[in-house]
């Protein structure tokens, strides 16, 4: 992998501004520090070191058109180019969302056509276009009539999510709502290899691992071929003139090392009087019933503030995506840990802050949201507290 001062992706999707935020990563930079931001989940051997860091120069290269970069569009010319803020692996600025795109039936009915997209690109609406291809910006809305935007959140302790037992997951599961409390948890199982399996990454917990993760991303965000080998994720082939599998086997093994070993995010200052008093705001007004605190590995707590499950947590009028398995306004609970790191909130990145963040739930989430409008001043800003500290 090469590294240079000049990012093709950069000057392609970022203002000035924006291009400030990034972190470059050169051949020569040291390990960081076991557990810090962007540094490795454990310590590491010597040949460990040598694959995550060569995963994260994988993570950071900015590929070309000889690379076979594009098939012929794309959302980025790296990983890093969307998840960068405030290090490489971190979320992305809403300037860098993603548009998926599906059909309503003129509104009358909900269903997601896979090949909506007219460039090829099933359910994504690519933002850039290699430039040895035309372009088309116009839809026809008897294709595809909805348009929902992603965010890039941060791909932080994706290995350590991965590890926790499916049985823990499925346990929390409330379909039929058969406590009460307006919360229907349900997890999504996804078909893969003629095996039912348990769907953790993604906005609709649509990925099973993080391989699968890297797989996807690979093709549907860079348009770079890798060799599949089973998986029905990624793409082993795109007919562009460059070799297939246009990432290495040797990278995508160091890609994908770097991604399950890249430390969660960790707290501030969990101790601090007002945090740890907002941590109980949380839990009372039952923000914990989905934002679970943590799992167990081992005996270890893995506190990432998620059940992993799908909840509907959009209003009536909401028109989204629609997946077999998780329909329209239903999303994953997303992992709050590293929240002070990740903004914009949401799946479509509409949320600026955390507070606007909790008044923007609905649906299952109303409730909820009604008892933090309901808690005092002094209350409320020891809840916020904590999670500026997560």
Known sequence: MRSTSLRRGVLLLCSSA????????????P???????????????????????RGRRVFDHDFSLSEGLGRPHYNGDSCRSCHFDPVVGGS?????????????????GFATVLNADPFGNPQILSRLTRPD?????????????????????????????????????????????LNGDGIRGVARMLSVQSATVLGRFGWKAQVPTVRDFLRDAMGEENGITVAVTGSPFGISADGDGIADPELSSDDFEAGAFFLEHLAAPPRANPTHPQAASGLLFFTQIGCAKCHTPSFNIDDAAVPLFSNLLLHNVGTEEFRGMQENGAGNGFYRTPPLWGLRHSKPYMHDGSAETPLMAIRAHEGEAAGVRVAFDALSATAQA??????DDL
């Not at 924006?18 to 930079?29: H, K, N």
């Not at 590491?44 to 860091?53: A, C, H, I, N, S």
């Not at 020891?382 to 999670?387: G, I």
């Open 133 to 177: 291809n035309a372009r088309r910006e116009e839809y026809d809305p008897a294709i595809t009539d909805i348009f929902e935007q992603r965010n890039a959140p941060p791909v932080f302790g994706l290995g350590l999510i991965e590890r926790i037992p499916a049985t823990a997951i499925l346990a929390q599961q409330d379909p039929n709502d």
């Open 382 to 387: 020891a809840l916020l507290a904590f999670l």
């Open 92 to 108: 992305g600025d809403v300037d860098l969302n993603v548009s998926r795109v599906a059909r309503s039936f003129g509104g009358t």
């Open 31 to 53: 390990l960081p520090a076991t557990g810090s931001l962007g540094g490795p989940d454990r310590s590491l051997t010597w040949g460990e070191t040598q694959d995550w860091l």
């Open 18 to 29: 924006l291009l400030l935020a990034f972190q470059f990563v050169g051949p020569t930079d």
